[in-house]
């Protein structure tokens, strides 16, 4: 099992930043990718970053350029750096990891989530 502990939420002023941490706990040795999402209210959940283990990164184009994803294996937690805010990033955020472990056994793993709010 896996534990997601998502923190740093909260309300900023647009144009400002956050930074959101995700911790993961438990059986994290073969975790691979991790990933945040966001949801916002009346929308479905959407994909926001992603980072692999060795630290390749990808972004979901509404935040290219103004979110960087990184992580520490060595404290086993990802971040998310945002800046540039805007109203539209107001969401609830989730840490995700998700994929297939060395033995084949696959796993699928959501944090409880931390509110972002942007105020204009």
């Known amino acids: 099992q896996v534990q997601l502990v998502e923190s740093g939420g909260g309300l900023v002023q647009a144009g400002g930043s956050l930074r959101l941490s995700c911790a993961a706990s438990?059986?994290?040795?073969?975790?691979?990718?991790m990933n945040w999402y966001r949801q916002a209210p009346g929308n479905e959940r959407e994909w926001v970053a992603a980072i692999t283990r060795a630290g390749s990164t990808n972004y979901a184009d509404s935040v290219k350029g103004r979110f960087t994803i990184s992580r520490d294996n060595a404290k086993n937690t990802v971040y998310l750096q945002m800046n540039s805010l805007k109203s539209e990033d107001t969401a609830v955020y989730y840490c995700?990891?998700?994929?297939?472990?060395?033995?084949?056994?696959?796993?699928?793993?959501w944090g409880q989530g931390t509110q972002v709010t942007i105020s204009s």
């Open positions: 438990g059986s994290t040795l073969s975790l691979n990718t």
């Open positions: 995700r990891t998700y994929g297939t472990r060395p033995s084949g056994t696959r796993y699928d793993y």
